[in-house]
């Protein structure tokens, strides 16, 4: 069993940052693949970022690649997203994951085994 706790979340105006926090406890946090996903009102959920539970490997979405970065360190227990240059179209729920299995980068929610319970992020224009 993993729990998992986000935080960072906030109102920002377009072309600010934010960095996301995601704290983990319970088993070992160092043997999961985590991802951070997000959901926008009447939307449904959608992949952001994943990073091998190795640390070796990321992925991004189209959307936010060159300008969201995922990271990990292993001892705090703690998955990061920083997020530069928002735009009110990132403006959702935002959820971290976490997923066993060898070190990959799932994209697909249903490959995850835990969720927390979301932080909200608003981007004003």
């Known amino acids: 069993q993993v729990q998992l706790v986000e935080s960072g979340g906030g109102l920002v105006q377009a072309g600010g940052s934010l960095r996301l926090s995601c704290a983990a406890s319970?088993?070992?946090?160092?043997?999961?693949?985590m991802g951070w996903f997000r959901q926008a009102p009447g939307k449904e959920r959608e992949f952001v970022a994943a990073?091998?539970?190795?640390?070796?490997?990321?992925n991004y979405a189209d959307s936010v690649k060159g300008r969201f970065t995922i990271s990990r360190d292993t001892g705090k227990n703690t998955l990061y997203l920083q997020m530069n240059s928002l735009k009110p179209e990132d403006t959702a729920v935002y959820y971290c994951?976490?997923?066993?299995?060898?070190?990959?980068?799932?994209?697909?929610?249903?490959?995850?085994?835990?969720w927390g319970q979301g932080t909200r992020v608003t981007v004003s224009s």
């Open positions: 319970g088993r070992t946090f160092s043997t999961y693949n």
């Open positions: 994951a976490a997923a066993g299995g060898p070190p990959t980068v799932p994209l697909k929610s249903l490959l995850y085994d835990y």
């Open positions: 990073i091998s539970w190795s640390g070796g490997r990321t």
